[in-house]
């Protein structure tokens, strides 16, 4: 069992920016991926990057842009979302997810957060 805690997300106008934490306890050993997805309001939960824990391989939805960065720091058992130029279309709850492998299946789940942009 993997336990996520995330911090971060917020309110901003849009073309601002938000940085999303998560850091995750437990057994991480067969966890080769973690992850962001969001869930807009009457919509499906989507990923929006993903990255495996040698940070070699990235994932990103097209949606990002080149406006998302996600990183991860391996001492502190973290993984971070850097969302820059944010639009309303942005809006949801952020979730991170801890994966079997970077295109494969997300076991863990953190609580979510927040993320409010407005025009």
């Known amino acids: 069992q993997v336990q996520l805690v995330e911090s971060g997300g917020g309110a901003v106008q849009a073309g601002g920016s938000l940085r999303l934490s998560c850091t995750a306890s437990?057994?991480?050993?067969?966890?080769?991926?973690m992850g962001w997805f969001r869930q807009a309001p009457g919509k499906e939960r989507e990923l929006v990057a993903a990255?495996?824990?040698?940070?070699?391989?990235?994932l990103y939805e097209g949606f990002v842009k080149g406006r998302f960065t996600i990183s991860i720091d391996n001492a502190a058992n973290t993984v971070s979302l850097q969302m820059n130029s944010l639009e309303p279309e942005d809006t949801g709850v952020y979730y991170c997810?801890?994966?079997?492998?970077?295109?494969?299946?997300?076991?863990?789940w953190g609580q979510g957060t927040q993320v409010t942009v407005s025009s």
């Open positions: 997810t801890a994966g079997l492998g970077i295109r494969g299946e997300y076991v863990d």
């Open positions: 990255i495996t824990w040698s940070g070699n391989d990235v």
């Open positions: 437990g057994d991480t050993s067969d966890r080769e991926a």
